[in-house]
């Protein structure tokens, strides 16, 4: 059976799970260092929020919080772990040249969110 193959993967997920559900809720928070070292938010603050707000339902909340953060930040953690458990199996993953392409566009994508957010229109509540 696959799930029998399945070492690390349903650990990473169960970790990943506990740590969102510990942000999210608020019991665990991490300040962020950018914002303390320059007053200004990084593309990632808000995230936290962000969790919390999906946790109890409210998607506008979360979009509110850190757009960037619900629309390609968690389905890029879904896609990582989703990589992990292929490469557990054995099965055929994207090339290191897609990987790469892929993590650069996120990059680049982080950068003007926080470029548009927080520099062309501060204060911005997206």
């Known amino acids: 059976m696959i799930l029998t193959r399945l070492r690390v993967t349903p650990a990473v997920v ?3 799970a506990a740590a969102g559900a510990l942000l999210g ?3 665990v ?5 950018f914002h303390a070292l320059t007053g200004a938010d ?7 929020r962000a969790l919390g707000a999906l946790l109890h339902g409210d998607l506008a909340g979360a979009l509110r919080f850190n757009a ?3 629309i390609l930040l968690l ?6 772990l989703v990589l992990l458990a292929r490469v557990e199996l054995g099965l055929r993953i994207p090339s ?3 990987r790469r392409t892929a993590l650069i566009l996120l990059a680049v994508a982080a950068m003007a969110w926080w ?8 204060g911005l509540q997206v």
């Open 75 to 80: 389905p890029a953690a879904v896609a990582g």
């Open 29 to 33: 928070s991490i300040p962020c260092w």
């Open 68 to 70: 960037f953060a619900v």
């Open 96 to 98: 290191w040249p897609v």
């Open 14 to 16: 169960a970790v990943t």
């Open 25 to 27: 809720t608020g019991i």
């Open 42 to 48: 990084c593309p990632f603050c808000g995230g936290s």
């Open 115 to 122: 470029l548009v957010r927080d520099v062309a229109f501060p």
